[in-house]
């Protein structure tokens, strides 16, 4: 099985600190098609190439630019999501290490086809490290003349995983609390500072220069009915070859995990984070897309000889820390599951848990603000799916050892007595 590199064909291949290695592997030609086409006619383009967001919504990308370029505003903004803070998500660090120009090159065409002037790159606060190699990539385009017609400012997150919502994001730019707004109004309408706002992750913006280049047909000849295209997933976990990998959409788990990243013992594999799927060995052909399972491009490989419950309440301590509180389904929701995994893994569950943890992710998942409420309830309903019978042993268990440990109890009170 080989990799399909298109985001991430200049990988390794061009100095990310030095402009004229990308100008030699035909950048900017994108951008300079661009420039003579109406804006109208980018967003034709990227809608027909069937383009879909890359930050785990999977929204269709054209369709979004569309509402941005429709609105009525002299004002609009761009951000590139690179808050990038799944666990086990690493593809966009990569990109934005080796590929800034590509990822500029991008928002710049994305700038002109909405009409922003002004565009951030809300960078995740443990990419510190990146905001100088950001800056100077800027500059060097900037200094080639390509920032006419919109400014980029890189502007740093505070550690807050929410943040990456893209409305939370925004209100974290605005310099207020990082909580989720109601939707709707959303972001191309009404946005950063009430502003039409398309807000695009690292990868979605990456492929806009290809798309240019080659044209929507190109494009939409790759991947499935919903899903075109490629997709850079970041594998980790029991796995000989951890990394950052590119395979067109459609492709097979096994052809990620095991072929290319080297896994010979799958116990389960997650797929999208801390809040994603969770998959076990007999999924392992299913096909990578939108239409099964995607999320932000963080996959996870465990072997047989991890827990899967300690697994899952590792996401929940994960989740319930990172909650921004603002909806009670979600706050209280991620302390009462962290309860209960907690009782699991302490050998203190109680009978009608399993139960208890279906009834109320099906709850957080309805009623949760944003998404990271909504999909808190994804792991635990797939783990009791398929790995019910852990829970069943862990609860059958504890009410073995109570029982047990209350007759010698109450024999020892007995003695006393
Ligand atoms: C809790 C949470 C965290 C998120 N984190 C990110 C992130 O780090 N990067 C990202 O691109 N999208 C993230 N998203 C999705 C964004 O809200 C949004 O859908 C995305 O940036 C849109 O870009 P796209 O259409 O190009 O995917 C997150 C969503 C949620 C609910």
């Known amino acids: ?62 369709y979004k630019w569309q509402l941005a370029l429709n609105a009525k505003s002299k004002e609009k903004y761009l951000v590139c999501n690179a808050d990038e ?33 002004q565009a951030y790159i809300y960078l ?62 959303y972001p191309p309408s009404v946005g950063l500072w009430g502003k039409p706002t398309i807000i695009n992750n690292v990868e979605t913006l990456m492929n806009v220069p290809h798309i240019i280049n080659n044209g929507a047909h190109w494009f939409s000849e790759m991947g499935t009915a919903y899903s075109k295209g490629t997709r850079v997933f970041s594998v980790s976990g029991d796995v000989k070859r951890p990394g950052v990998y590119e395979l067109e959409m459609g492709s097979s788990l096994r052809e990620l995990v095991v072929d290319l990243a080297g896994a ?36 996870m490989v465990f072997n047989s000889s991890r827990d899967i419950i300690a697994i899952v309440y590792n996401d929940m301590q994960f989740l319930n820390e990172e909650s921004c509180g603002k909806c009670t389904p979600c706050r209280e929701g991620t302390e009462v599951m962290l309860e209960i995994y907690g009782r699991l893994t302490r050998g203190e569950a109680r009978d ?12 957080m998942s309805l009623a949760s603000l944003c998404g990271l409420g909504q999909a808190a309830a994804v792991p635990v309903l797939d783990s009791i799916k398929y790995f019910r019978q852990e829970y069943a042993g862990l609860i059958d268990q504890s009410m073995f050892l109570r029982s047990y440990l209350g007759g010698e109890l109450n024999k020892t009170r007995e003695g006393v007595r």
């Open 124 to 185: 995740r606060a443990e990419y510190h490290f990146l905001n100088e190699l950001l800056c100077q990539a800027i500059a060097q385009v900037a200094a080639r003349g390509f920032l006419q017609h919109m400014d980029i400012a890189v502007f740093e997150g505070a550690g807050a995983y929410v943040c990456g919502e893209e409305t939370a994001l925004m209100n974290s730019i605005e310099g207020c609390r990082g909580e989720a707004r109601y939707k709707p109004p």
């Open 85 to 117: 803070g799944d666990v086990g998500a690493f593809k966009d660090k990569y990109i934005l290490s080796n590929d800034p120009f590509g990822l500029i090159e991008g928002m710049l065409i994305a700038g002109l086809a909405v009409g922003a002037r």
């Open 352 to 363: 009608g848990d399993i139960e208890a943890l279906e009834e109320l992710a099906k709850a």
């Open 264 to 299: 010979d013992d799958v116990l389960a594999v997650q797929v999208g984070g801390a809040a994603g799927t969770i998959l076990p060995a007999s999924k392992i052909d299913l096909p990578l897309s939108h239409e099964t399972v995607l999320g932000c491009g963080s996959v």
């Open 1 to 62: 099985m080989a990799e399909k590199r298109i985001v991430l064909g200049n990988c390794g291949n061009i100095n990310p600190r030095n402009i004229d290695t990308y100008l030699a592997k035909g950048g900017f030609r994108a951008y300079k098609r661009a420039c003579s086409m109406k804006p109208k006619a980018i967003v034709e383009e990227i809608t027909k190439s069937g383009l879909t967001g890359r930050g785990g919504a999977g929204f269709r990308c054209g």
